[in-house]
């Protein structure tokens, strides 16, 4: 089916996060649609196995191969692998655009510049940013990232993945699950503005995501109020839609993806200005607002819950369009 003989996404052997997880579900999708997908584990020198979260989908593993007739989709950590490829078609999947970026907040504009040259020195990243990759194939997962990729001239193909569908079913009414005043979060995104909340607010309970199975992380969506999630917002990230679509109110900052309405339609109350002296004081009212008023508040996130349900048959959509489209 197509004009690919095979289609290889290229993932990193052993590694169990978003991006991984999105790279297992391509492949799975390609070859619900009939399409010669397979997913290949990096270092291409040793032997992997599927991790265990990935089992369900619908994926085999191949062996590294450089051939016509091959389309090899890279994760947007591996451009300079992408530009060895000889006689394939490479594309790189923009799942990150601050992972290749090498953004860093904490460390000020000039340090992430030096950091990405030293890795530019290291041959990690092209010398002249996205630039450098203009040869390739463009796919992006965000808005956010699309928009830069067009600024800097680049030709973008959206596919815009969603969120597993073990997320997606086995419910039926989001409001009406008996919830507790909690309030949930990602450790690892934006905690150094979640850190100054929890000890701002002490009488608010404040749960990290952590450590938990798949089912208690549902079970933990169907029974708290809101998500928070005041991190860098790279591409989609995952857990605000998976949160959302069990009923959670999220709230986000406005960096990366969350900074438009496109990629995280919420809107603007539920956003905001970490930077602002009245940060603390604005998200204490809003919290206090929610505990108070929390069937008002969920309303408000219907138009967000509708997307993230129609995102499968958009991902479906794009899928096909990008293999009729690229050379």
């Excluded at 904490?106 to 450098?132: C, H, M, N, T």
């Excluded at 073990?166 to 979060?185: A, H, M, Q, T, W």
């Excluded at 089912?215 to 169907?222: C, V």
């Amino acid at each position: 089916m197509g004009k690919y003989k095979k289609i290889l996404v290229i993932c990193t052997g052993d590694l169990i996060t978003g991006g991984p997880e999105a790279l297992h579900y391509l492949v799975s999708e390609m070859r619900n649609l009939g399409y010669p997908a397979f997913i290949c584990y990096y270092p291409f020198h040793k032997k992997f196995s599927t991790p265990n979260p990935y089992k369900s989908f619908n994926v085999e593993t191949h062996n590294w191969i450089d051939d016509e007739g091959v389309l090899i989709i890279f994760p947007e950590v591996m451009p300079m692998t992408a530009l060895n490829v000889k006689n394939g078609v490479a594309a790189i999947w923009w799942l990150s655009l601050d992972y290749f970026l090498l953004k860093d907040r904490a460390k000020g504009i000039l340090r992430q510049k030096l950091r990405y040259f030293r890795f530019a020195l290291k041959k990690e990243r092209p010398l002249f940013g996205v630039s450098g990759l203009r040869r390739l194939t463009h796919l992006s997962q965000s808005h956010y990232v699309s928009d830069y990729l067009v600024k800097k001239g680049l030709t973008v193909h959206p596919l815009f993945e969603p969120i597993n569908k073990v997320f997606l079913n086995g419910f039926d009414d989001v409001k009406v699950f008996k919830r507790e005043n909690e309030i949930l979060y990602n450790p690892s995104k934006g905690f150094v503005y979640t850190a100054l909340l929890v000890q701002a607010f002490p009488d608010f309970k404040f749960t990290p995501l952590r450590g938990f199975s798949r089912d208690q992380l549902i079970q933990k969506f169907s029974s708290s109020k809101i998500y928070i999630d005041f991190g860098d917002h790279p591409g989609k990230d995952r857990i605000p839609r998976e949160a959302a679509i069990h009923g959670l109110c999220i709230i986000t900052s406005r960096f990366g993806s969350a900074g438009n309405s496109i990629d995280v339609p919420i809107p603007e109350t539920y956003k905001l200005h970490v930077s602002s002296k009245s940060f603390i004081q604005d998200f204490g009212k809003l919290i206090r607002q929610i505990f108070d008023n929390f069937s008002d508040h969920q309303v408000a996130f219907d138009g967000y819950r509708s997307a993230i349900l129609a995102e499968p048959e958009r991902f479906t959509t794009q899928i096909k369009n990008i293999l009729e489209k690229i050379n």
